[in-house]
């Protein structure tokens, strides 16, 4: 079974920046796509983008252009740069691995999860 653990996240002011890791353990991470999600307060939680054991990524429309997803097999970590951070980023972050899906789309993942990192982005 694969463990997550989320870091990085804090408190931002609009337009600032934050870079999010995650570290995963077990030896499915680099054979898996990997994808980082958010929740906010009284939201389901979405799937902001994606990333190929090859590297190849995906990004859901509200966050394209901002964020960038990066990941090192060798380490089994995983990154989310974010740029021009909005207050409607604000959320609790999560990283997982995927059965199937991307940004914007229906998606499946495992029901495990870590306990996030709280991006905080005031205005």
């Known amino acids: 079974q694969v463990q997550m653990a989320e870091s990085g996240g804090g408190l931002v002011q609009a337009g600032g920046s934050l870079r999010l890791a995650c570290e995963a353990s077990?030896?499915?991470?680099?054979?898996?796509?990997w994808g980082w999600f958010r929740q906010a307060p009284g939201k389901q939680r979405v799937l902001v983008a994606t990333?190929?054991?090859?590297?190849?990524?995906n990004y859901a429309d509200s966050v394209k252009g901002r964020f960038t997803i990066s990941r090192d097999n060798a380490k089994n970590t995983m990154w989310l740069q974010m740029n021009i951070l909005k207050p409607e980023d604000t959320a609790v972050y999560y990283c997982?691995?995927?059965?199937?899906?991307?940004?914007?789309?229906?998606?499946?993942?495992?029901?495990?999860w870590g306990q996030g990192t709280q991006v905080t982005v005031s205005s």
């Open positions: 990333i190929t054991n090859g590297g190849s990524t």
């Open positions: 997982n691995t995927l059965y199937s899906g991307l940004p914007d789309r229906g998606w499946s993942a495992p029901s495990t």
């Open positions: 077990g030896t499915i991470f680099r054979s898996t796509t």
